[in-house]
């Protein structure tokens, strides 16, 4: 098993973004689960939960984790998908095999980077958020619903910190026993 530093957290709290910058920041790869889903499916995420449903999208995030978790060579930096920590054993492969940190950012910030032009078109669970007769409060009902269902796994992580400027993050990192 490996010791990477994982990023969890809901869709738009920038695990993809803080992911690259702390990879930089510590000299690591960079891994995004979504990304190397993408590339072994050869489909996008939206194709993929249009073909197999979201159950075969959880089929592949767990395999491709699983794989993540136990490949051999240097610890990456690797952000997950929003709902990766919340489906089969995944939460415990995670603290297996590295550093997980929550970031956990206000609803309200989510809201306002989501309500953004393609945000939902990338991200099949949010898809119907944008068709509704009130997109944001539908948005922002789904945050919460999504919220609330997640936050007993999110809760985990060994930090949770609400994200940043990347030496900030990392010296919270670091005081929470993390060793780049
Ligand atoms: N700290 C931040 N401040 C403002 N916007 C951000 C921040 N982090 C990410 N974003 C923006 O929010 C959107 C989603 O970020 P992303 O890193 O893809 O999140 P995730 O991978 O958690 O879904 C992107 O448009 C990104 O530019
Ligand atoms: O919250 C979720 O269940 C999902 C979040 C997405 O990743 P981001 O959190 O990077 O948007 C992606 O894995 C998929 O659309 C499902
Ligand atoms: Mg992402």
Redesign the pocket.
């Known amino acids: 098993m490996s010791n990477h530093l994982y990023l969890i957290?809901?869709?738009?709290?920038g695990?993809?973004t803080l992911g690259r910058q702390l990879a930089a920041h510590y000299g690591r790869g960079f891994l995004?689960?979504?990304h190397r889903?993408v590339a072994e499916a050869g489909q996008t995420?939206?194709e993929i939960?249009a073909s197999e449903g979201?159950a075969g999208?959880r089929q592949r995030?767990a395999a491709a984790l699983a794989a993540v978790a136990s490949q051999p060579g240097q610890p990456l930096v690797v952000?997950?998908?929003?709902?990766?920590p919340?489906f089969f054993d995944n939460l415990a492969v995670l603290h297996a095999s590295g550093f997980v940190l929550w970031l956990d950012v206000p609803p309200h910030e989510l809201l306002r980077r989501l309500a953004r032009r393609n945000q939902a078109a990338?991200?099949?669970?949010?898809a119907a958020t944008a068709t509704a007769a009130t997109p944001q409060q539908a948005l922002a009902e789904w945050l919460a619903r999504?919220l609330e269902a997640?936050s007993g796994f999110y809760a985990q992580a060994r930090l949770r910190h609400p994200g940043g400027e990347v030496a900030e993050v990392a010296a919270a990192l670091e005081a929470a026993g993390f060793r780049p």
């Open positions: 957290g809901l869709p738009a709290s695990k993809t995004d689960l979504d889903i995420i939206p939960f979201e999208f995030e952000a997950t998908g929003g709902g990766t919340c990338t991200r099949p669970l949010l999504t997640r």
